[in-house]
Structure formats: C-alpha cells, structure tokens
C-alpha cells in the first residue's frame, strides 16, 4: 500500500512542478533575470573592453600624465575595475531584493 501512496505523491508533485514551470509568474522570473543579467553584462562588455579599446587605439590620450608618474591610464584601469564591483553589487541587492523573494514563493507553491 505504500508504493502506491508512494507514487500518487510522487505524481501530485510532478504535475505541481510542471504547473508552477510552465506558469506566467516563473516564465516572468525568468525574463525579468535574463534581462537584468544581460543589461549589467553589457555594461561590463561595454566598460572592459572600451577600456582595453581605449588603451590599444589612443596610446597618447592614456600615457597623459595627470601627476608626476601617473598617467590617465591609472584612473580609467581603476573605474573598470571599480565598475564590475558596483555592477556585481547591484545584481546581489536585486536578486536579494526581487528575485529572491519571488523564487521563495514559487518553492512555497510547490509545497502545498
């Protein structure tokens, strides 16, 4: 009798998996991640790369001195860097903030 308790539940929740997959709210999730994944990804993309682009191409611009042995290269190697935290620490305060409270309630469907 416990096998088939056993796989009536075990039925119950697959069919409670697919319906909470297959649902607006999770495919909006999804969305809603991929779409601020992409934008901060591009913004790094955008950052490092101008960086790297900026120091291949315009050698005279990033060899300017801005003190006596620092030069404008300095700086913007900073900013790149300093930009992937502040882009890193913006996706945790979104996700701890939006995503992972709606992640939260979708397992809470599960359980009932």
Known sequence: MS???KAAESSRAQ?????VLG???FRLLVRK???VSFILLALLFVSYYGFILLVSTQKALVTTR???VTTLAIPLGIGAIV???TLTAIYVAWANAKYDPEVERLKGELRR
């Open 3 to 5: 096998q088939v308790l």
């Open 15 to 19: 069919k409670s998996v697919r319906e």
């Open 23 to 25: 649902s607006d709210a």
């Open 33 to 35: 991640r991929w779409t």
């Open 66 to 68: 801005i003190g006596e």
């Open 83 to 85: 930009l992937a935290w």
